[in-house]
């Protein structure tokens, strides 16, 4: 599903991505662990086109990523941001129509019924078809990171990227997050890459662990098979660092 081939990346004289390579399987769930500052957030946005890589290949679904076929690649994946990245001030139902933009051309910007329905379904599947038209500043942190997931998952992707969705939530709330998108996971057969920087919760939905460090990759494997000195070799003396969070309830 997912091929990366000798990635790189740098800003300036910063080099963030270091020759990486693996390959993700069709309907794997991998949790990407990493301190800040590890090319989490660097390398789920070179995966999906928002970042150039330095040097390097990427290909999704047997479609290689560049220039000319990022609309092809865009269509087929989903994307769910760091903290809660919707728009307060519109419904649920309008920002989840947002994800239907991704396969249309781009001086396309109507919605026809098809779209409408499209929607609905993702907003019932992330549990929130009572709030369909509701505006989104009257939802919780929670509910509103469930809208940033419908909105992913309206064009129906092949892959789901999530950069530390629950950073700005509660344990709670949190691990709520996460369990639905485990079941997108098994229930669609969706890919999922998902960053994430509480261990305990990566090895219990994940099926594969990639750690990053200084990015290049510490550790891939089994997320049963996570042990002590691996959790050393990714984080060194820096696995209790506090990440920074905004909580909201």
């Known amino acids: 599903m997912i091929e990366v081939d000798h990635l790189s990346k740098s800003f300036g004289p910063l080099t963030v991505l270091d020759r990486l390579s693996f390959r ?10 990493g301190p800040s500052g590890a090319g989490k957030s ?27 076929h990022l609309a092809a690649v865009r269509k087929r994946v989903g994307f769910v941001f760091q903290g809660v990245n919707v728009h307060g001030n519109r419904t649920v139902l309008q920002n989840v129509l947002i994800g239907r933009l991704a396969g249309k051309a781009p001086w ?13 379904a993702a907003i019932e599947r992330v549990g929130l078809g009572a709030k369909v038209h509701d505006r989104v500043s009257t939802l919780s942190g929670g509910q509103r990171q ?28 949190g691990r709520e997050i996460l369990d639905l998108l485990r079941e997108i996971n098994r229930d669609r057969g969706t890919t999922v890459l998902c960053n994430l920087h509480d261990v305990g919760q990566a090895g219990r939905v994940a099926d594969r662990i990639l750690g990053l460090r200084v990015g290049a ?6 997320a049963d098979r996570l042990a002590p000195d691996d959790l050393a070799r990714i984080y060194g ?6 990440e920074p969070a905004e909580v909201s309830p």
């Open 24 to 33: 993700v399987g069709r309907g794997e769930f991998v949790a990407v662990l």
């Open 217 to 222: 990759i510490a550790f891939d494997g089994p």
């Open 108 to 120: 396309n910007v109507f919605f026809s019924e098809e779209d409408r329905r499209v929607a609905r």
């Open 146 to 173: 469930r809208v940033g997931i419908a909105r992913a998952l309206a064009h129906d992707p092949a892959v789901l990227l999530a950069d530390e969705p629950t950073s700005s939530l509660d344990p709670v709330t």
């Open 42 to 68: 660097t390398l789920l946005r070179c995966l999906n086109g928002l970042v150039r890589p330095s040097s390097g290949s990427i290909v999704v679904d047997g479609i290689g990523l560049d220039r000319r």
């Open 237 to 242: 003396d820096r696995l209790h660092d506090p």
